[in-house]
Protein backbone atom coordinates (compact mmCIF):
# COMPACT_ATOMS: atom_id res chain seq x y z
CA UNK A 1 0.00 0.00 0.00
CA UNK A 2 1.39 3.57 -0.66
CA UNK A 3 1.81 6.33 1.90
CA UNK A 4 -0.51 8.59 2.78
CA UNK A 5 1.94 11.09 4.68
CA UNK A 6 0.58 14.19 2.19
CA UNK A 7 -3.01 13.65 3.29
CA UNK A 8 -2.55 12.72 7.00
CA UNK A 9 -0.53 16.02 6.88
CA UNK A 10 -3.45 17.95 5.19
CA UNK A 11 -5.34 16.25 7.63
CA UNK A 12 -4.04 17.82 10.59
CA UNK A 13 -3.88 20.87 8.66
CA UNK A 14 -7.28 20.92 8.37
CA UNK A 15 -7.83 19.74 11.98
CA UNK A 16 -6.75 23.00 13.21
CA UNK A 17 -9.37 25.40 10.64
CA UNK A 18 -12.08 23.39 12.43
CA UNK A 19 -11.01 23.75 15.62
CA UNK A 20 -10.33 27.57 14.65
CA UNK A 21 -13.93 27.64 13.52
CA UNK A 22 -15.54 25.99 16.41
CA UNK A 23 -14.59 28.39 18.75
CA UNK A 24 -15.55 31.04 16.68
CA UNK A 25 -18.85 29.72 16.85
CA UNK A 26 -18.79 29.33 20.75
CA UNK A 27 -17.92 33.28 20.81
CA UNK A 28 -21.23 33.77 18.10
CA UNK A 29 -23.06 32.07 20.54
CA UNK A 30 -21.57 33.59 23.48
CA UNK A 31 -21.90 37.00 21.85
CA UNK A 32 -25.65 36.37 21.22
CA UNK A 33 -26.84 35.41 24.35
CA UNK A 34 -24.54 36.09 27.34
CA UNK A 35 -21.65 39.01 26.35
CA UNK A 36 -22.77 42.39 28.15
CA UNK A 37 -23.41 44.97 25.63
CA UNK A 38 -20.42 46.58 26.37
CA UNK A 39 -18.26 43.46 25.84
CA UNK A 40 -19.25 43.12 22.36
CA UNK A 41 -16.81 45.13 20.95
CA UNK A 42 -13.58 43.14 22.25
CA UNK A 43 -15.77 40.05 21.57
CA UNK A 44 -16.13 41.15 17.69
CA UNK A 45 -12.49 42.26 17.56
CA UNK A 46 -12.00 38.03 18.60
CA UNK A 47 -14.30 37.14 16.23
CA UNK A 48 -12.82 38.61 13.47
CA UNK A 49 -9.18 37.78 14.33
CA UNK A 50 -10.24 34.01 14.69
CA UNK A 51 -11.91 34.54 11.19
CA UNK A 52 -9.03 35.55 9.70
CA UNK A 53 -6.96 32.96 11.33
CA UNK A 54 -8.94 30.26 9.52
CA UNK A 55 -8.59 31.84 6.24
CA UNK A 56 -5.27 32.31 6.53
CA UNK A 57 -4.68 28.95 7.05
CA UNK A 58 -7.30 27.35 4.69
CA UNK A 59 -5.85 29.59 1.76
CA UNK A 60 -2.20 29.20 2.79
CA UNK A 61 0.38 27.87 0.46
CA UNK A 62 1.26 24.91 2.68
CA UNK A 63 -2.17 23.93 2.38
CA UNK A 64 -2.64 24.33 -1.34
CA UNK A 65 1.06 22.32 -1.51
CA UNK A 66 -0.62 19.94 0.58
CA UNK A 67 -3.66 19.45 -1.44
CA UNK A 68 -1.41 18.94 -4.60
CA UNK A 69 0.59 16.46 -2.89
CA UNK A 70 -2.67 14.82 -1.34
CA UNK A 71 -4.03 14.37 -5.27
CA UNK A 72 -1.01 12.02 -5.98
CA UNK A 73 -1.63 9.65 -3.33
CA UNK A 74 -5.81 9.50 -4.00
CA UNK A 75 -5.06 5.37 -5.17
CA UNK A 76 -3.46 4.82 -1.63
CA UNK A 77 -6.61 6.75 0.41
CA UNK A 78 -9.68 4.49 1.45
CA UNK A 79 -13.08 5.93 0.05
CA UNK A 80 -14.41 8.32 3.35
CA UNK A 81 -10.22 9.99 2.47
CA UNK A 82 -11.10 10.39 -1.07
CA UNK A 83 -14.36 12.35 -0.12
CA UNK A 84 -12.78 14.16 2.56
CA UNK A 85 -10.05 15.46 0.64
CA UNK A 86 -12.84 16.17 -2.25
CA UNK A 87 -14.48 18.38 0.70
CA UNK A 88 -11.29 20.14 1.53
CA UNK A 89 -10.70 21.16 -2.03
CA UNK A 90 -13.95 22.77 -2.22
CA UNK A 91 -13.42 24.72 1.04
CA UNK A 92 -10.15 25.65 0.06
CA UNK A 93 -11.47 26.99 -3.22
CA UNK A 94 -14.09 28.57 -1.72
CA UNK A 95 -11.68 30.17 1.25
CA UNK A 96 -9.72 31.64 -2.04
CA UNK A 97 -12.25 33.01 -3.57
CA UNK A 98 -14.23 35.14 -0.59
CA UNK A 99 -10.16 35.89 1.08
CA UNK A 100 -10.39 39.53 0.87
CA UNK A 101 -13.97 39.16 2.10
CA UNK A 102 -13.96 38.04 5.62
CA UNK A 103 -17.26 38.50 7.57
CA UNK A 104 -17.79 40.98 10.27
CA UNK A 105 -20.55 40.78 13.17
CA UNK A 106 -23.01 42.53 11.76
CA UNK A 107 -24.50 44.94 14.42
CA UNK A 108 -23.62 43.09 17.56
CA UNK A 109 -26.10 45.64 19.59
CA UNK A 110 -29.40 44.08 18.21
CA UNK A 111 -31.02 40.90 17.92
CA UNK A 112 -30.15 40.21 14.10
CA UNK A 113 -28.80 36.85 15.71
CA UNK A 114 -32.54 36.08 16.78
CA UNK A 115 -35.34 35.62 14.68
CA UNK A 116 -38.96 37.58 15.45
CA UNK A 117 -40.11 34.69 17.67
CA UNK A 118 -37.11 34.48 19.42
CA UNK A 119 -37.05 38.16 20.08
CA UNK A 120 -40.85 37.73 21.42
CA UNK A 121 -40.22 34.87 23.47
CA UNK A 122 -37.30 36.37 25.26
CA UNK A 123 -39.65 39.82 25.74
CA UNK A 124 -42.20 37.67 27.40
CA UNK A 125 -39.86 35.61 29.77
CA UNK A 126 -38.12 39.25 30.99
CA UNK A 127 -42.04 40.24 32.06
CA UNK A 128 -42.49 37.48 33.52
CA UNK A 129 -39.11 37.42 35.15
CA UNK A 130 -39.95 40.76 36.41
CA UNK A 131 -43.66 39.61 37.67
CA UNK A 132 -41.57 36.81 39.90
CA UNK A 133 -39.04 39.28 41.09
CA UNK A 134 -41.84 41.77 42.37
CA UNK A 135 -43.98 38.62 43.70
CA UNK A 136 -40.49 37.04 45.49
CA UNK A 137 -39.51 40.94 47.56
CA UNK A 138 -43.44 41.33 48.40
CA UNK A 139 -42.94 37.67 50.21
CA UNK A 140 -39.99 38.60 51.48
CA UNK A 141 -41.60 41.49 53.25
CA UNK A 142 -44.46 39.88 54.37
CA UNK A 143 -42.33 36.95 55.75
CA UNK A 144 -40.36 40.02 57.21
CA UNK A 145 -43.43 41.23 59.05
CA UNK A 146 -44.86 38.02 59.85
CA UNK A 147 -42.20 36.88 61.74
CA UNK A 148 -41.97 40.85 63.88
CA UNK A 149 -45.35 39.66 64.58
CA UNK A 150 -44.42 36.30 66.27
CA UNK A 151 -41.59 37.31 68.42
Known amino acids: MKSTKYYKQLEKEIEEVYKINNITNILYWDIST ?10 KREIEYLQQLSNQKLTSKKVAKLITQSETEEDSLDKWQRVN ?3 IIK ?5 ISVKERITAIPNIGSNQFMNKDSALEIKRLKKELAQSNLERDILKKAAAYFAKETL
Open 34 to 43: YTPINSRENR
Open 85 to 87: LQE
Open 91 to 95: KHKLA
